[in-house]
């Protein structure tokens, strides 16, 4: 079993920037994939980005790219989502997830992680 922990949501301002954090616990080891999705009200669930152990390059969605930076410190067992230049389009609930499969591509859709978060709300507005 794997728990996963999100912090560092709350109200900025538009262009403003902000770390959220996703601490892991459990048999961490065995994770090989990494991700944040987002959600907002009455829309489903959208994949933001993913790390993994079968490729050197981070996956981003097009609305992120450029602009969000995932990375893990496998030191502290915690990923992490740097977002710069934030937009109000951008504020949701924020999930980090995670999972053991040996599949080598990166996955976009929530149904191929295993471990979720409860959460973190983000929310951009001024």
């Known amino acids: 079993q794997v728990q996963l922990v999100e912090s560092g949501g709350g109200l900025v301002q538009p262009g403003d920037s902000q770390t959220l954090s996703c601490a892991a616990d459990?048999?961490?080891?065995?994770?090989?994939?990494w991700a944040w999705f987002r959600q907002t009200p009455g829309k489903e669930r959208e994949f933001v980005a993913a790390?993994?152990?079968?490729?050197?390059?981070?996956g981003y969605a097009d609305a992120v790219k450029g602009r969000f930076t995932i990375s893990r410190d496998n030191a502290k067992n915690t990923l992490y989502l740097q977002m710069n230049s934030l937009k109000p389009e951008d504020t949701a609930v924020y999930y980090c997830?995670?999972?053991?499969?040996?599949?080598?591509?990166?996955?976009?859709?929530?149904?191929?992680?295993?471990?979720w978060g409860q959460g973190t709300q983000v929310t951009v507005s001024s």
């Open positions: 790390i993994t152990w079968g490729s050197s390059s981070p």
């Open positions: 459990g048999h961490t080891d065995s994770i090989t994939h």
């Open positions: 997830a995670a999972d053991q499969s040996d599949r080598l591509h990166i996955a976009r859709s929530g149904d191929a992680y295993t471990y």
